[in-house]
């Protein structure tokens, strides 16, 4: 068909016309979504901003939108993904790591990042004034010497050029990048953060990342963050988040109905759980996210009774009604521990070796240890710091422990003197518990059961030392394909669930209530809220 001249400039003019409208139209969508704000509410403010320093979830969940590491791992597959690093290399030994940053990524105040600027933020988590996070580096060459005050710098952290970085390992060790992705290792500005000294990332003080979002204002009642215009990859579709810190329910309940609280982040799994199947059915949902948070109960391997006492260790696990504990305790919020690694990490695997409830195996095992009902034992202490929830527990362990003759002497500590006393072996019994720094099981291993003097680098507790153990978990860090990693990371598990020098309780599981509008709502591993894809309809939208 041949168009004359005038219905061909007709057409095109339609043409452009349309495209003018659709351009209209996604730039009022994009000017709307930036006006957009997600308030959440949050049990209490942080202490601190600061990724060397980060310990409550609430820090980790603001500090997941602010800051970055530089690479981004999946625990599904063992893939990682790059973040701040735009790409990386390992050596054939899986002992030299060269990172490249991507060029002309900016912080929030425009400096480029640097690999000057990786290497400040690593070193930093070295120095037991500023961190307690120095054990995750402690595989890179000259991190002992450092702690041990023989050397001023880390020879193992190296600067090629202004966008490399290169870090030399003393072992080998193929699950480096994991390490690399975790929050504690998010980078920051070392000219801002030289300047702010031990100040930096307290209430009042301004802090520096490259994250998608950045700090607007933090005062009593609210912390806002902004949209970060100068972000180089995907852009977050909010403008704005909000952050709330109550604990008061009627409040709480009172904001979320008026729609003026989006997500509770902060509430108990019975809270939330009443509330979705109440009046705020219909608009708010509920999501359940089991983290990587473990709670467990050790011996101490070096001390009597439980030391050189196996079959009395099996007899203690066998007669704690772990399901019932955890109903009560945790309610929607935990879930029992099968094995030592959640499921999330390795699968249930073999369970033929796991000790559940049933008491007359514990008075079999007691009888075998040489203490049928508890006789010929002194009472028991069981060690406990002083944070919310631990007494409930002891007393429950009390009480299940009662019922075949064991005498429980509950015993509370503060929370600084106790970790002292945890790392001098004073107890025989105690509480404990673990936050994985970053979704790799390695984490939870190493840092819980690796041989050796304890020290400022370790967390053994248990003072267990098993040269198997130490052998699997050498060749899982030296091994390349993901499934047989997992494998001696499996065998490992084993060996602890036999030897039992912990006995697994729960796993955390984070509950939130969310509006009905709030779209992209995901959460990973470490219950970190991903703010990129969270979306929500602008106000008056229907």
């Given amino acids: 068909m041949k168009l004359?001249?005038?219905?061909?400039?007709?057409?095109?003019?339609?043409?452009?016309?349309?495209?003018?409208?659709?351009?209209l139209v996604l730039f009022s969508i994009w000017a709307a979504a930036k006006d957009v704000t997600a308030t959440i509410q949050i049990a209490q403010f942080p202490f601190f901003l600061d990724p060397a320093k980060i310990s409550t979830y609430?820090?980790?969940?603001?500090?997941?939108?602010?800051?970055?590491?530089?690479?981004?791992?999946?625990?599904?597959?063992?893939?990682?993904?790059?973040?701040?690093?735009?790409k990386w290399k390992v050596n054939e030994a899986g002992t030299v790591y060269t990172f490249t940053l991507r060029k002309n990524t900016p912080f929030h105040n425009g400096k480029p990042v640097s690999a000057e600027d990786v290497k400040f933020s690593w070193e930093r988590l070295i120095d037991p004034e500023t961190s307690s996070y120095g054990y995750l580096l402690n595989n890179v060459q000259g991190v002992e010497g450092v702690l041990k005050g023989q050397s001023g710098h880390v020879e193992g952290l190296r600067i090629v050029d202004a966008h490399t970085l290169q870090v030399t390992l003393l072992e080998p060790?193929?699950?480096f990048p994991a390490l690399v992705s975790s929050p504690a290792l998010g980078i920051v500005?070392?000219?801002?953060?030289q300047k702010q000294g031990k100040a930096y990332g307290k209430p009042g003080t301004g802090i520096i990342g490259t994250g998608p979002f950045c700090l607007s204002s933090w005062n009593k009642n609210r912390l806002t963050l902004i949209n970060n215009r100068r972000y180089d990859r995907k852009a977050p579709y909010l403008g704005k988040l909000e952050f709330v810190a109550t604990r008061d329910q009627q409040e709480i309940k009172r904001l979320f109905q008026d729609g003026e609280v989006d997500i509770l982040a902060g509430v108990t799994p019975q809270f939330a759980n009443s509330y979705c199947k109440g009046d705020g059915k219909e608009r708010a949902y509920l999501v359940k996210k089991p983290v990587l948070s473990l709670y467990f109960l050790g011996f101490n391997l070096e001390k009597r009774p439980f030391g050189d006492q196996v079959e009395l260790r099996r007899g203690v696990n066998s007669m704690l009604d772990k399901e019932k504990m955890a109903s009560f305790l945790l309610g929607e919020g935990g879930k029992v521990l099968n094995g030592f690694l959640p499921s999330e990490l390795l699968g249930d695997g073999d369970q033929s070796r796991r000790y559940v409830f049933d008491k007359n195996n514990a008075l079999k095992l007691l009888a075998s240890a040489g203490n049928p009902y508890?006789?010929?034992?002194?009472?028991l202490v069981l060690a406990y710091n002083d944070s919310t929830g631990h007494e409930l527990l002891v007393r429950l362990v009390q009480e299940n422990l009662g019922q075949v003759g064991?005498?429980?002497?509950?015993?509370?500590?503060?929370?600084?003197?106790?970790?002292?006393?945890?790392?001098?072996g004073q107890y025989p019994f105690f509480r404990l518990g673990w936050d994985a720094d970053y979704p790799e099981p390695g984490n939870i291993l190493l840092s819980n059961f690796k041989s050796g003097k304890l020290d400022k680098l370790d967390y053994n507790f248990t003072r267990y030392n098993n040269e198997k153990l130490d052998l699997l978990l050498i060749k899982a860090r030296g091994e390349q394909d993901f499934r047989k990693r997992q494998e001696f990371y499996r065998q490992a598990e084993e060996l602890i669930i036999t030897d039992l020098p912990v006995i697994p309780l729960f796993q955390r599981?984070?509950?939130f209530v969310v509006q009905k509008g709030i779209k992209g709502f995901h959460v990973d591993m470490l219950g970190r809220i991903d703010f990129i894809d969270l979306t929500k309809p602008p106000r008056g939208s229907k």
Avoid: H
């Avoid at 500005?189 to 953060?193: N, P």
């Fill in 4 to 23: 004359d001249r005038r219905e061909v400039c007709f057409r095109i003019r339609c043409t452009a016309a349309s495209a003018a409208f659709v351009v």
């Fill in 58 to 86: 609430e820090e980790k969940l603001i500090c997941g939108a602010v800051y970055e590491s530089l690479l981004a791992y999946d625990p599904d597959n063992g893939s990682s993904k790059s973040a701040l690093a735009e």
């Fill in 173 to 175: 060790d193929y699950t």
């Fill in 189 to 193: 500005c070392q000219d801002f953060v």
């Fill in 374 to 379: 508890g006789s010929r034992l002194p009472p």
């Fill in 406 to 424: 064991l005498a429980i002497v509950p015993q509370k500590r503060p929370w600084g003197e106790y970790q002292e006393e945890l790392m001098s």
């Fill in 509 to 511: 599981v984070a509950v």
